[in-house]
């Protein structure tokens, strides 16, 4: 049986609020460096998946790695690529710059969709679209230093690799389980991640405390975030799902606040609410639209 429209709506909302905790978890971040944090959630968002696949199908469970084939592996390199630009992005810019860069996500897929899938945009959508981004650009007014563009650059890559990530799944996804794929994504960005810890005294020494927050990261945030977010892919349109994911720019600073007292300033909480109102619009819309007509 064919998934519904409305339950990948409520799959990829539900991906976007396990993705929201990072910025709550990395305040508990104490002394080891981001390849080191990065590395062992990698490492344990792999272990996530590989879980969740073997409570789904115990049987299937190996057949479903041994029939990855090559450009299946695409999926995983571009996750990998997504994980490690947006963390770096947040250790060399302001989370601020990096969420105004990361909204920009849907234009990307659904541009990409249309030329890459012939998936057509419609024109709820762009003002979906449209409004996320004036939402997130309220949340950081203030403008982009020079300094931060290292950190803009990554946002960029990460914005591309999660863009192409998810045009990928649509492509890929609706006659197979890319979950096997999505899980290898982990143990390509723990790879990626050893030539830059080599260099590094005791780098991969971490204290318990910042080993709970890595794993957190990698289990809690981007494990139960992106299986909710590939199982969304199965029936939502490419465009609207990195749209539908913004509810993690609007609930992030929320988290923050409500946990350790950081109160956001209120240009983050009008922004926010339009986000919110955003997401709310285009997964409203999808689920009518899904609705059939008498």
Do not use: H
């Not at 690799?161 to 990928?168: I, R, T, Y």
């Not at 991969?204 to 945030?221: H, T």
């Not at 992106?226 to 993690?248: M, N």
Request: proline share 4%; hydrophobic share 55%.
């Amino acid at each position: 049986m064919a998934q519904s429209y409305s339950k990948g709506v409520l799959y990829v909302l539900l991906g976007g609020i396990f993705l929201s905790s990072g910025g709550l978890l990395v305040r508990f971040v104490d002394q080891a460096s981001p390849w080191t944090i990065l590395f062992y959630r990698s490492l344990v968002f792999t272990a996530t998946v590989a879980l969740f696949l073997l409570v789904r199908d115990r049987q299937s469970f190996k057949k479903q790695f041994l029939k990855i084939r090559p450009v299946d592996l695409l999926v995983s390199l571009l996750l990998a690529f997504g994980f490690i630009g947006y963390l770096l992005s947040l250790f060399n810019t302001s989370v601020a710059n990096t969420v105004l860069l990361l909204s920009t996500g849907p234009v990307v897929a659904g541009v990409l969709a249309y030329f890459v899938l012939g998936e057509p945009i419609r024109v709820l959508t762009w003002v979906a679209m449209a409004l996320a981004f004036a939402g997130v650009s309220v949340m950081v007014l203030g403008g982009i230093d020079a300094r931060d563009i290292v950190g803009i650059l990554y946002a960029i890559g990460a914005v591309l690799s999660f863009a192409c990530f998810v045009v990928l799944l649509r492509y890929l996804g609706p006659q197979r389980d890319m979950m096997a794929p999505t899980a290898l994504g982990g143990l390509v960005a723990a790879a990626m991640c050893i030539p830059m810890l080599m260099p590094l005294v005791d780098s991969l020494a971490i204290s318990g405390r910042d080993f709970l927050v890595a794993a957190c990261l990698g289990s809690l945030q981007v494990g139960c975030g992106f299986i909710f977010i590939t199982l969304g892919s199965k029936s939502v349109p490419a465009a609207q799902i990195p749209l539908l994911g913004l509810l993690e720019t609007a609930l992030s600073p929320l988290w923050v606040w409500w946990a350790v007292s950081e109160i956001p300033a209120i240009n983050t909480i009008m922004g926010g609410a339009i986000v919110l109102v955003a997401v709310l619009m285009q997964g409203f819309a999808g689920v009518r639209g899904s609705i059939p007509r008498r």
